[in-house]
């Protein structure tokens, strides 16, 4: 008798993952791939990086998550893993400079066309708004507000200390917050 995983909580799949149920580790994977790609393509600036990092992420994943202390907490581990390998994809090679738009998720909530197309508006200005950030500031602040990662994580990857991750990530919310006044 087969069990319908799809509804299970991150945790649960994660543990039952990481007794090495494979149907557990695909939803899991397939629930949180839209996210690890579009963190992934930001960070790289290409999506070519951006699925190699994916790929050596979710073989990461799989390996380690027997020893993922805390089962509930997985998406921001699983965001930390595409977090290092972006930037080992980053330091091995120039960015492709291919750069695609991002790709993001169809708002299944409103079929509201006025909101939509203000939804889709407001997501283009923040990426030319990022995008004219520099790329340190901009690789800092997806680090926290996409990947959700602490300063210390975001300093060990950068090779910056903790104080310059802080005093980067407030230049790029400044910045942001300025180019976005008229969102508000």
């Known amino acids: 008798m087969s069990v319908d ?9 994660a543990t039952r993952a990481a007794d090495g149920d494979e149907v557990a580790f695909e939803i899991l994977l397939r629930r949180h791939l839209p996210l ?12 070519a990086d951006a699925s190699d990092a ?4 979710s073989v990461t994943i799989w390996r380690e998550l027997p020893r993922l202390q805390t ?7 699983m965001m930390r893993i595409v977090s290092r ?17 991002l790709e993001l998720p169809q708002e299944s909530a409103s079929n509201d066309p006025d909101r939509l197309v203000e939804s889709k508006d407001a997501m283009g200005a923040l990426r030319a708004a990022l995008d004219r950030l520099p790329e340190r500031q901009r690789q ?13 994580d975001i300093a060990t990857h950068t090779g910056a200390t903790v104080t310059t991750v802080r005093g980067q990530l407030a230049r790029a919310r400044e910045a942001l917050t300025r180019e976005m006044e008229a969102w508000r």
């Open 54 to 57: 994916v790929q050596e992420a």
């Open 71 to 77: 089962p509930d907490a997985v998406r921001g581990w």
């Open 85 to 101: 390998k972006g930037y080992d994809l980053i330091r091995a090679r120039r960015p492709s400079d291919d750069v695609d738009d």
């Open 36 to 47: 690890m790609t579009a963190y992934a393509t930001r960070l790289t600036g290409s999506r």
């Open 140 to 152: 800092v602040w997806l680090m926290r507000e996409v990947g959700g990662e602490s300063y210390g």
């Open 5 to 13: 995983l799809t509804r299970a909580s991150d945790g649960a799949l």
